[in-house]
């Protein structure tokens, strides 16, 4: 059984009720009407609304980080992560298309980290201070680390993952 809603202007989502929840991608319109747009890999002909590209985009989970939908053309254009972000890569498409992006809010987790390293530390912010759960990014918080730069760019910091875990983008 399949439920599938349509968030006018703002968002659209689409979950497949039979699948686990956690399965769902929920998109955003990231940019309206838009004459540049992110190099597709995959172009699906006769689409017919941008709902139908969502389930598209839905069904490469591992690979699709979102879509554009050109109404005139009916056409679907899928794009992968790198590409979205990438926008001085944007190719010119024009005719107006609407384009939409995964959102993060639901899909992102917190890895499993069961410890750190640096290479130094300076002004007593180690490496845990980076891993204490709080998302505040003023120095002057105590939640952040900070290397006494001693190599230079070569200073580096590293977490230690409690389980595999895969990461498609940081």
Known sequence: CLLYRLLLLVA?????????????????????????????????PAATDPLRCS??????????????YQADKATCSLFNASLFFRRKDWINIFTPGNIYSSIFGDE???????GCEQSSTASGAVCSRAIDGNLNQQFASNS??????????????????????RITLI
């Open 108 to 114: 992102t987790i917190q890895l499993p980290i069961s």
């Open 144 to 165: 952040c680390t900070l290397t006494a730069y001693l190599m230079g760019d070569k200073d580096w910091w590293e977490a230690s993952l409690a389980q595999v875990s």
């Open 55 to 68: 389930m598209q985009c839905r069904s490469r989970p591992d690979l699709c980080f979102g879509f554009y």
């Open 12 to 44: 659209f989502a689409a979950v497949n009720q039979a699948n686990d929840c956690q399965s769902r991608r929920t998109f955003s319109l990231a940019n309206a009407s838009s004459l540049v747009a992110p190099l597709p890999y995959h172009t699906i």
